[in-house]
T-cell receptor
């Protein structure tokens, strides 16, 4: 079973700061997901990537398959970015590999 | 499309009672997933289906849990009998492909007293 580790667990920053959240996994994967969970509990899929880099607005996700590591960056952070960010590793197979989730990074952006 | 719909949004029940959680996936999505989220364990995949057929139920905690997709537009997750340790938020998600973005429902917060 894949082991997924996220860091940091908690992060408090000032508005405008550049934010980096890290995710590492132990076993080869077919894809990695970044999810955002709002304070109200809803979950939104931000990115799904299997190589390279993806960008959406102020959010950038990168993955290094060889190093089994992914990062989520937020540029010009804003209080509305405050949420829990969760990475999830999708196994190479379609069965028992399933999805393994990190414990999440609780991000607070102060105005 | 209204997105993934779950009901009820909140459920409070007593230990030993049967609980049924419901999910309506996005139309046209062939994959349906049930997750559980707790403070201690975070998000866990319980079971997922492809075209109404269960593919992997290795995350289902024990025989008290069962799930099915009677038709393409509806799924249920049943707990019988319920126990206090089943208290959690249960999410349903759907996607078009296994390796595709998943769309999550709002979740059902279950409290078993």
């Amino acid at each position: 079973k894949n082991e997924v580790e996220q860091s940091p667990q908690n992060l408090t920053a000032q508005e405008g700061e550049f934010i980096t959240i890290n995710c590492s996994y132990s076993v080869g994967i077919s894809a990695l997901h970044w999810l955002q969970q709002h304070p109200g509990g809803g979950i939104v899929s931000l990115f799904m990537l299997s190589s390279g880099k993806k960008k959406h607005g102020r959010l950038i996700a990168t993955i290094n398959i060889q190093e089994k590591h992914s990062s989520l960056h937020i540029t010009a952070s804003h209080p509305r970015d405050s949420a829990v960010y969760i990475c999830a590793a999708r196994g190479a197979g379609g069965g028992a590999d399933g999805l393994t989730f990190g414990k999440g990074t609780h991000l607070i952006i102060q105005p | 499309d209204a997105g993934v719909i779950q009901s009820p949004r909140h459920e409070v029940t007593e230990m030993g009672q049967e609980v049924t959680l419901r999910c309506k996936p996005i139309s046209g999505h062939d994959y349906l997933f049930w997750y559980r989220q707790t403070m201690m364990r975070g998000l866990e995949l319980l079971i997922y289906f492809n075209n109404n057929v269960p593919i992997d139920d290795s995350g289902m905690p024990e025989d008290r849990f069962s799930a099915k997709v009677p038709n393409a537009s509806f799924s249920t997750l049943k707990i019988q009998p319920s126990e206090p340790r089943d208290s959690a938020v249960y999410f349903c998600a759907s996607s078009t492909l296994w390796v595709d973005e998943q769309f999550f429902g709002p979740g059902t917060r279950l409290t078993v007293l």
